[in-house]
């Protein structure tokens, strides 16, 4: 009979169990940030709120701090996505579309993705699939790696978002310096931008194309933003082992639960101003 202490694993220490319990504490103590930092109630989501996100967004999934955790705790962890695989298919198809972004995330109450740009003229339907979204749950790889914004004819992934926004645009380091591939982030993520009208913009740059979505926004938000935001969304709600770690209970006002009941949704209201 083979001896049992030979072939099972060894017991962690107690210093190795407190630092595992450390980790695991900041992970549900950044979380609980993140949802302070991005769900604003009645206010726009500022620039530094989302400059503070990337640094916990680049912690645990960039430096692969949650997959370490979840190595120790022996757990498996998964994020809920949009299934945008459609999209991009239908993007590589087409030679027309300059720039696309995935998006997902409410701005004035109201959902905003798979925004993109065409060097053709508006036709009577979309370029890409404007159906309803579809939800899966992934693994962590599949999450940081998605494809999410498409410019100058390459796409950008969650990673390389999270990445040059903390490392570059001010989450962790704010840094001129740039290779090709950094000028051309730098490019995708300031060529449309998001947030007020323009004549109310006190902070930030137009980009060529400008959405106003917010009608108290006094910022400019880039692409990069957006996407950083719809991450930090994700990055809620993982479950370990298909075990949520934060609960939330969504509150509804009349007015939305009365457009549920009747079935009614809530159109996207924008402005869309291009600079000449």
């Known amino acids: 009979m083979p001896d049992a202490d030979a072939t099972s694993s060894p017991q962690p220490t107690d210093a190795e169990q407190r630092e595992v319990a450390i980790a695991y504490e900041q992970l ?12 604003t109630h009645n206010t726009p989501v500022r620039d530094s709120d989302i400059r503070a996100s990337v640094n916990i967004l680049r912690r645990w999934l960039c430096d692969r701090q949650l997959s370490s955790l979840c190595n120790k705790l022996g ?3 998964s994020f809920h996505v949009e299934d945008n695989a459609a999209q991009v298919a239908a993007v590589d198809a087409d030679d027309s579309i300059t720039y696309f ?12 993705w798979r925004i993109y740009d065409s060097t053709n003229s508006p036709g009577p339907a979309p370029l890409v699939p404007m159906t309803p979204p579809q939800y ?3 693994k962590f790889s599949r999450f940081v790696d998605q494809k999410r914004i498409y410019f100058e004819g390459d796409w950008i992934t969650y990673e390389e978002i999270i990445t040059f926004t ?6 962790v380091h704010l840094d001129f310096r740039r290779n090709d591939r950094q000028r051309m982030l730098e490019r995708a993520s300031s060529y449309m931008t998001y947030g007020g009208h323009p004549d109310r913009i006190v902070t930030g740059t137009l980009g060529e194309v400008h959405l106003a979505l917010e009608p108290n ?3 400019v938000l880039s692409g990069f933003h957006f996407e950083v935001i719809a991450a930090a969304t994700t990055l809620m709600q993982v479950r370990l082992d298909d075990q949520p770690l934060l609960q939330f209970t969504v509150k509804k006002s009349p007015a939305s639960w009365l457009r549920e009941k009747l079935g009614i949704r809530r159109r996207p209201k924008h402005q869309l101003f291009t600079r000449e």
Do not use: M, S
Request: aromatic residues 8%.
């Open 28 to 39: 549900q103590g950044d979380l609980e940030t993140l949802h302070r930092l991005v769900f």
């Open 75 to 77: 757990v498996k962890p």
């Open 101 to 112: 972004l995935t998006g997902g995330v409410k701005f004035d109450g109201r959902p905003i």
């Open 136 to 138: 899966e749950w992934v």
């Open 166 to 171: 903390a490392n570059k645009l001010g989450g």
């Open 217 to 219: 926004g006094t910022e």
